[in-house]
């Protein structure tokens, strides 16, 4: 077999280029079928992560620690008493880069004779500027200091629905932790467009201390949010958290990844990926049926070449390995073509991103600027290819299996 695999290959390699055209087309649809792959899973994996980096960098953080049954009830009530020793605990987690704590009432806010009601956020301006994109989405005034007290910024939609803009004053009534009235003048410092519309038409920001007073929290908070280095390290320090409320005997918490905070964004990536693999599905199809027509044209139009080969003493098996072999062959070059040409202009779009326009109603929703940025990876360089690879290969047994059926004198006759 040693001494003949050299042949096989040469044959097989002179073979796929006879009928040059068909080849070409063939390799050609394999390529661009790769290509493709490449780049739509690569700018899918990307815009996914640039979706959910926007979207929690402005709402939730890639993790929380809450009071367990905050999230469903947002209850006020439902506040961590001693926010400080859950931040020791993530200070010293290497693959957390930045938290932070806020607490938050839902509060009827009014200016005149204008009245909505608001989701009120108690931050701490420094720590905050660390973990979301709140101080750059500042349009007009200034983000809160430290030092402030019975300031706020307001989102620029609830804003222009109260008629408010900065130095005017806003009236807040709401309800506080130990169930008293909770109310203050704010005045207004700043007004942030954060880019989505149900964010900036609901929320406003005053300094924690501020919200602790107003509200009666006492040094209690609703939320330690925390931005991780990256996504994949997202269950590492979820699972590292959890160990270490155990050996510090803290109860009562639980920890929440964005998914299950943001359960509107992961069901919308779901749903997207859903379509898209349908669409590569789809795809690979048709490149398999193409493949099945090559080599049944082939097989076919070779038949008495087979008949021949047989007759002079090939056996039907090495036939096989060679038709297998010319389908190896042009699966590797177009397989080979289109993961250079993916990789090209993946990077380029990598680099340069791909504007979607900025007046997207999906894209403000998620707070994005409007470029999407495909990512790279091994997932999305290797995964297309390789069922691409496996379905062609599969693709051509069936018509090199019928060789073994032909018969020397039959296969001489065929015309």
Not at 199 to 220: C, E, V
Not at 333 to 346: L, N, Q, S
């Amino acid at each position: 077999m040693k001494d003949k695999l050299p042949i096989d290959l040469k044959m097989a390699w002179r073979n796929i280029w006879r009928n040059f055209r068909r080849t070409l087309i063939t390799i050609s649809a394999i390529g661009f079928a790769c290509v493709l792959l490449v780049f739509m899973l690569s700018f899918q994996l990307g815009g996914y992560e640039t979706m959910i980096n926007s979207s929690v960098k402005i709402h939730s953080g890639h993790l929380e620690v809450q009071a367990k049954g905050y999230n469903d009830k947002q209850n006020i009530r439902l506040a961590i008493p001693d926010p400080e020793i859950i931040g020791k605990i993530c200070s010293k987690l290497k693959d957390i880069v930045s938290f932070t704590f806020r607490a938050r009432a839902f509060s009827m806010v009014s200016s005149g004779k204008k009245t909505y009601g608001a989701m009120v956020i108690g931050i701490d301006p420094l720590r905050e500027s660390l973990v979301s994109t709140l101080e750059k989405s500042i349009r007009s005034g200034s983000y809160l200091k430290e030092n402030d007290k019975n300031q706020a910024i307001v989102g620029s939609l609830l804003a222009k629905n109260l008629k408010i803009s900065i130095g005017d004053d806003l009236t807040v009534l709401g309800q506080g932790k130990d169930g008293s009235i909770a109310a203050a003048v704010l005045h207004v410092k700043g007004i942030y467009n954060s880019g989505m519309d149900e964010f900036d038409r609901s929320t406003i920001h005053i300094p924690l201390n501020t919200f602790q007073n107003i509200y009666s929290m006492g040094n209690s908070v609703h939320e330690v949010v925390m931005i991780a280095d990256s996504l994949k390290h997202i269950n590492v320090i979820k699972r590292e958290l959890i160990r270490n409320f155990r050996n510090h005997n803290i109860k009562g918490l639980a920890v929440l990844s964005w998914d299950q905070l943001l359960p509107g964004l992961r069901q919308g990536i779901e749903m997207d990926l859903i379509s898209g693999i349908i669409f590569y599905i789809l795809l690979i199809v048709i490149v398999a049926f193409s493949i099945l027509n090559t080599f049944f044209m082939a097989v076919f139009e070779r038949t008495r070449e087979f008949g021949v080969l047989m007759a002079i003493g090939t056996t039907p098996g090495r036939l096989v390995r060679l038709v297998l072999t010319e389908s190896f062959l042009m699966t590797v070059v177009g397989i080979g073509c289109g993961m250079v040409m993916g990789i090209i202009i993946t990077l380029f779009f990598q680099f340069h991103g791909i504007d979607l326009g900025g007046s997207s109603a999906m894209l403000r929703h998620y707070g994005i600027s409007g470029k999407l940025y495909p990512r790279l990876s091994f997932i999305s360089l290797l995964s297309g290819p390789c069922v691409l690879f496996f379905i062609t290969l599969l693709t051509s047994f069936y018509p090199a299996m019928k060789i073994r059926r032909l018969t020397p004198v039959k296969a001489m006759t065929y015309v």
